[in-house]
Antibody, heavy 119, light 110 residues
Framework: QVRLVQSGAEVKKPGTSVTVSCKAS????????MHWVRQAPGQGLEWMGI????????TYAQQFQGRVTLTRDTSTNTVYMDLTSLRSEDTAVYYC????????????WGRGTLVTVSS | QTVVTQEPSFSVSPGGTVTLTCGLS?????????PSWYRQTPGQAPLTLIY???TRSSGVPDRFSGSILGNKAALTITGAQADDESDYYC??????????FGGGTKLTVL
């Protein structure tokens, strides 16, 4: 079955960077795009970006341009989300979510990774 | 910047029908935005309900339906049940390749 397994919780200091991983299994990794979505405590969901695991091509939300980088490793079927220049407002649960394909929606979700930014 | 609008909160009686909407700060929502809907309970990852405007995700009961109503996407829940009490989010896909979430609707069943 399709599984998206994310890395564990992180605690980071302001100004540093974080990398969250999402390991996919149960399907052909390069056939489905992957999104990243985050949710700050008590807030709504926020789309961050998308990566094509086949080509490595990416598209990012404007508010994250220059701070977020999505990459993938096709040898391990893993997608990575790097977020730099962390600030307290980046404290959130970060989700990877598979894009089904034809209809631009998230059909499978990881369980989320809590990133806490605190001095 | 594109803003996707949703009612912040809504209330429905058990057994009742409620329609949540998903609009744009500027312009109309059409099927070309591939509207999708998700529900989320506290501490859980979102669950996919509807995609491509009106297609139910696998296992989603037919009490949930999607449509375009006027200039907005809509999610209708018929025969509301207590465990429908959740946060509901819509997502629109833009021509630029980005996806945008609405702010979410907190649905109360009482």
């Amino acid at each position: 079955q399709v599984r998206l397994v994310q890395s564990g919780a992180e605690v980071k200091k302001p100004g540093t960077s974080v990398t969250v991983s999402c390991k996919a299994s149960g399907y052909t990794f390069t056939s489905y795009y992957m999104h990243w979505v985050r949710q700050a405590p008590g807030q709504g969901l926020e789309w961050m970006g998308i990566i094509n695991p086949s080509s490595g091509g990416t598209t990012y939300a404007q508010q994250f341009q220059g701070r977020v980088t999505l990459t993938r490793d096709t040898s391990t079927n893993t997608v990575y989300m790097d977020l730099t220049s962390l600030r307290s407002e980046d404290t959130a649960v970060y989700y990877c979510a598979r894009d089904y394909g034809d209809f631009w929606y998230f059909d499978r979700w990881g369980r989320g990774t809590l990133v806490t930014v605190s001095s | 910047q594109t803003v996707v609008t949703q009612e912040p909160s809504f209330s429905v009686s058990p057994g009742g029908t409620v329609t949540l909407t998903c609009g744009l700060s500027s312009g109309s929502v059409s099927t070309s935005f591939y509207p999708s809907w998700y529900r989320q309970t506290p501490g859980q990852a979102p669950l996919t309900l509807i995609y491509n405007t009106n297609t139910r995700s696998s296992g989603v009961p037919d009490r949930f339906s999607g449509s375009i109503l006027g200039n907005k996407a809509a999610l209708t829940i018929t025969g509301a049940q207590a465990d429908d009490e959740s946060d509901y989010y819509c997502v629109l896909h833009m021509d630029s390749g980005i996806s945008v979430f609405g702010g979410g609707t907190k649905l109360t069943v009482l």
